[in-house]
Nanobody
Framework: QVELVESGGGWVQAGDSLRLSCATSRRTFGRAAMAWFRQAPGKERQFVASISRNGGQKLYTDSVKGRFFMSRDNDKNTAYLQMNSLKPEDTAVYYC???????????????????WGQGIQVTVSS
């Protein structure tokens, strides 16, 4: 069973920063497109960001553009989400997701990802 493990969440104040990590033991990490999603209480899961296999292309949802930055280190089998200037509306459980693909381009937000982490809470107070 593929395992994705998120870390780095927590409680912060508005304007602070956090960096989420998503680590996996998968030896095929470099062949997987990665993404971050989030789900706030009472809301549907929302796409946040995605990154291509080699990290060269990224997509962000409009509400996080310029504040959140996704990256990956294929040597460490880890993806990251740097979150700056956090707002209370960023409060959610954040999930990382992976999908093996032959495509080198970044995948669309509507992509159905195959593997999911267990989620990690991010709480931003005003």
């Amino acid at each position: 069973q593929v395992e994705l493990v998120e870390s780095g969440g927590g409680w912060v104040q508005a304007g602070d920063s956090l960096r989420l990590s998503c680590a996996t033991s998968r030896r095929t990490f470099g062949r997987a497109a990665m993404a971050w999603f989030r789900q706030a209480p009472g809301k549907e899961r929302q796409f946040v960001a995605s990154i291509s296999r080699n990290g060269g292309q990224k997509l962000y949802t409009d509400s996080v553009k310029g504040r959140f930055f996704m990256s990956r280190d294929n040597d460490k089998n880890t993806a990251y989400l740097q979150m700056n200037s956090l707002k209370p509306e960023d409060t959610a459980v954040y999930y990382c997701a992976a999908k093996d693909t032959i495509l080198t381009a970044v995948l669309l937000p509507t992509t159905e990802y195959t593997y999911w982490g267990q989620g990690i809470q991010v709480t931003v107070s005003s």
